[in-house]
């Protein structure tokens, strides 16, 4: 028997007991709104999607090439609208997830306003957030169980058994388009205690997995920028704990934990660490700073910290607002340090910020990590920061010139030109963009990829497209032609947009209340009819 007869056996038992007064009550319709609102809480929805991630993470280990994808959303529409899509071009949400930038958070969902990624937009931005999303999501199953219902009395009507086994089957099948989302929560705004409570909150909202990054909380800046500055070890793992803390407070005992380390593009930090014992964490840290020998105390003067390392006195390069930099050319070392730290002390996953999507120098890095700890993983930015185009020309370039091939037809410098869009080594170059995923996955450690901002990008560039032409010689064409023929000729379910936004199931509801008496609104005068 499926769990919609016996939701809908156990209603109809319950109302018998009521002696008469719960008889307008059908319990086939109490069933179907149970069905189309199978999470109830937040926490309902972070613990069924930590188990998927957990899953999927074996699964991963077991095989390379079972790895998972995400596209950042700034809205749960957009969010819904990339899982039905999800589903009805690929038949699974199986793999896909959500991922939520905390970038985009500060550049749309601020009260402020638009701001810079540097974690100052209200700290109940990001929770607020993943709630929508999931509301998003949990409508969309309830507008597709729906149809599905309507199906199921359409079948019976005709007295077709077979077609009404069919759609019971699928309605007893449903794969609900509630997934992972991977939630920014940026250096924690604050302290511990701030990171704790942020992170419940984001955990009651439904959040499964929380990234956390290495950098102070209050001078934070966005992964592709300069001047970012990283905490010593102790004070991350701090945080990492407070997440786990909330984790297992709310009952989440499996949630997920991404260590996101900007070190590589890091060369300042704030403070420097005690080192209570030889080669402990703190003199790890320390022993990259940059610093001098101290010959004499005339070498010091008043206000100068003073180190010992490796039994030598020195003095670390203090800059004028108080911080102080790392020597160059360590940043990998303290990647894989920061990396290997973090996954002994309680992380599930890495994500590691580059500057270019290299799979041999992510690949470099990963093997160090993984000679101490064999099954790490990263999720790993496809950022929209990058220039892929460039990159990836210039990479084939570099490989035929390693190899010996001529490439004096092509100017490196220049490779983003369109005159080269034709070449061979443009195609190369996008072969190459194309396995990118697959080959990171494979080669370098790579369990997730997600796009953090694409569609921030792809809304402007449709809102541009349209006003271009709308506000010009088109008109009313430019709509027409550009978005719902395109809409309907691609089978978008949105064209019906009245559908999308709950109009059949407002319907549906009017009539379990009302009986024959309902207003409906979608009888024979909604236009929407007219899309079929």
């Known amino acids: 028997m499926s769990v919609y007869q016996d939701d809908l056996d156990n209603i109809a038992r319950l109302r018998d007991t009521q002696g008469g007064k719960w008889d307008a009550i059908n319990p086939e319709y109490a069933a179907r709104m149970k069905?189309?609102?199978?999470?109830?809480?937040?926490?309902?929805?972070?613990?069924?999607?930590?188990?998927?991630?957990?899953q999927d993470m074996a699964e991963y280990d077991a095989d390379p090439s079972q790895y998972t994808q995400s596209l950042g959303c700034w809205h749960g529409f957009i969010g819904q609208q990339k899982m039905i899509a999800v589903k009805r071009h690929h038949g699974t949400t199986k793999k896909r997830y959500l991922y939520l930038s905390g970038w985009m958070v500060a550049a749309l969902r601020s009260e402020f306003g638009?701001?810079?990624?540097q974690s100052m937009h209200e700290k109940t931005s990001v929770p607020a957030l993943i709630e929508e999303l999931y509301t998003f999501l949990r409508q969309a199953d309830a507008r597709e169980l729906g149809h599905l219902f309507r199906e199921l009395d359409d079948a019976r009507a005709k007295g077709d058994d077979i077609a009404?086994?069919?759609?019971?089957?699928?309605?007893?099948?449903?794969?609900?388009?509630?997934?992972?989302?991977?939630?920014?929560?940026?250096?924690?705004?604050?302290?511990?205690?701030?990171?704790?409570?942020?992170?419940?909150?984001?955990?009651?909202?439904?959040?499964?997995?929380?990234?956390l990054e290495n950098q102070v909380s209050d001078a934070k800046q966005c992964g592709h920028q300069d001047g970012k500055v990283t905490v010593p070890h102790e004070d991350f793992l701090a945080k990492i704990n407070a997440v786990r803390y909330a984790f297992l407070e709310l009952g989440v005992d499996d949630g997920v934990i991404v260590a996101r380390t900007d070190s590589l593009g890091a060369g300042l930090t704030q403070k420097l660490p005690v080192s209570r014992e030889p080669g402990d964490l703190a003199a790890q840290y320390n022993s990259f700073l940059y610093t001098t020998p101290i010959d004499s105390v005339d070498d010091v003067r008043e206000g100068d910290s003073v180190l010992k390392l490796d039994g030598e006195l020195r003095k670390p390069l203090r800059l004028a607002n108080g911080l102080y930099r790392f020597r160059s050319g360590t940043g990998e070392d303290r990647v894989v340090l920061d990396c290997i730290t973090s996954l002994q002390n309680g992380a599930d996953l890495l994500w590691i910020e580059t500057e270019k999507p290299h799979v041999g120098q992510i690949?470099?890095?990963?093997?160090?990590?993984?000679?101490?700890?064999?099954?790490?993983?990263?999720?790993?930015?496809?950022?929209?920061?990058?220039?892929?185009?460039?990159?990836?020309?210039?990479?084939?370039?570099?490989?035929w010139q390693a190899e010996g091939k001529d490439v004096s037809g092509y100017d490196r410098d220049q490779l983003m030109s369109a005159e080269y869009d034709d070449s061979a080594l443009a195609a190369q170059a996008d072969e190459w963009t194309r396995n990118f995923q697959r080959d990171a996955s494979r080669e370098a450690g790579v369990f997730h990829h997600l796009i953090t901002l694409p569609t921030y990008h792809t809304a402007a560039l449709s809102t541009d497209e349209l006003a271009k032409g709308y506000f010009g010689e088109e008109g009313m064409l430019a709509y027409v032609a550009g978005v719902q023929r395109k809409e309907l000729r691609s089978g978008l379910a949105c064209v019906k947009h009245q559908d999308m936004a709950g109009s059949n199931i407002g319907d549906d509801h009017k009539e379990y209340f009302s009986g024959a008496g309902a207003l409906k609104a979608g009888g024979k005068g909604n236009t929407m009819n007219q899309f079929g």
């Not at 638009?114 to 990624?117: C, E, K, R, Y």
């Open 114 to 117: 638009p701001l810079p990624d």
């Open 35 to 54: 069905a189309q609102n199978r999470f109830q809480t937040g926490l309902d929805i972070a613990r069924y999607t930590a188990g998927i991630m957990r």
């Open 164 to 211: 009404v086994r069919a759609v019971q089957k699928r309605i007893d099948n449903h794969e609900t388009h509630v997934v992972p989302i991977i939630a920014d929560i940026d250096a924690g705004f604050g302290n511990e205690e701030a990171t704790y409570l942020l992170a419940k909150r984001m955990i009651e909202a439904g959040a499964c997995c929380i990234q």
């Open 363 to 399: 690949a470099s890095m990963v093997n160090r990590i993984r000679e101490v700890v064999p099954d790490a993983k990263l999720v790993y930015n496809n950022s929209p920061s990058f220039n892929w185009t460039l990159n990836f020309r210039q990479q084939v370039f570099d490989a």
